[in-house]
Structures are given as C-alpha cells and as structure tokens.
Nanobody, 119 residues
Framework: QVQLVESGGGLVQAGGSLRLSCVVSGDGFSINVMGWYRQLPGKQRELVAE???????NYADAVKGRFIISRDNAKNTVYLQMNGLKPEDTAVYYCNVKYRRYLRPFEVWGQGTLVTVSS
C-alpha cells in the first residue's frame, strides 16, 4: 500500500515563505505524477501545481511565479516552495500522487496540512 506523509504547513505573515514536503512510501509502485492541491474555506479542492515523472510542471495561474514544485526521485519526495504568500493562499494543502502498481493506475492523497497566511 502506498502512503503519503506531508509536513511543512504553519502560520506565516503575508510576503513570507513556507516549504511543504510529501514523502511517498510503499513497495512495487512507479510514480507518474506528484502534485499539490488546496482547499480554501468553503471552496472545492483545486490544483496548485504538479510535476510529472519527466520533470514537466504545471501551475495554477494564481501561484505562477511564486510557488515552485520539485521532486527528489531518489527519496520519493515532492516539495512545494511557496514564496510571496498572500492571505488568499490560506488553505489546507494536500499532496496527491498518481502511480502505477502491477500495471494498474492508482491515486492517493495525503492527510492535508494547514497553511495560514496572516495579513
């Protein structure tokens, strides 16, 4: 079974930075896409950024130029460096991994980590 453990959320002032980490553990799987989503209060979960196995990235317009997603394949870890944080970035951030196991596609979510940006 593949599991995710997230860390790095917290409280920060507007303009500050935080880095989220997500470690993937398990056996017999190959990762296709690693990403971060967020859920703002009263809103649906939305994509923040994702990175595919070849290294290509995709960002939501709201975070382009401020957030950077990266992955360490050797450590099965994905990071989200968040710079220039704004109060509207306040949300629960979820790690998401799409992977294959025994040639079948699967998807797993982290438990979520709260990011609060004060004005």
């Amino acid at each position: 079974q593949v599991q995710l453990v997230e860390s790095g959320g917290g409280l920060v002032q507007a303009g500050g930075s935080l880095r989220l980490s997500c470690v993937v553990s398990g056996d017999g799987f190959s990762i296709n896409v690693m990403g971060w989503y967020r859920q703002l209060p009263g809103k649906q979960r939305e994509l923040v950024a994702e990175i595919v196995s070849g290294g290509s990235t995709n960002y939501a317009d709201a975070v382009k130029g401020r957030f950077i997603i990266s992955r360490d394949n050797a450590k099965n870890t994905v990071y989200l460096q968040m710079n220039g944080l704004k109060p509207e970035d306040t949300a629960v951030y979820y790690c998401n991994v799409k992977y294959r196991r025994y040639l079948r596609p699967f998807e797993v979510w982290g438990q979520g980590t709260l990011v609060t940006v004060s004005s």
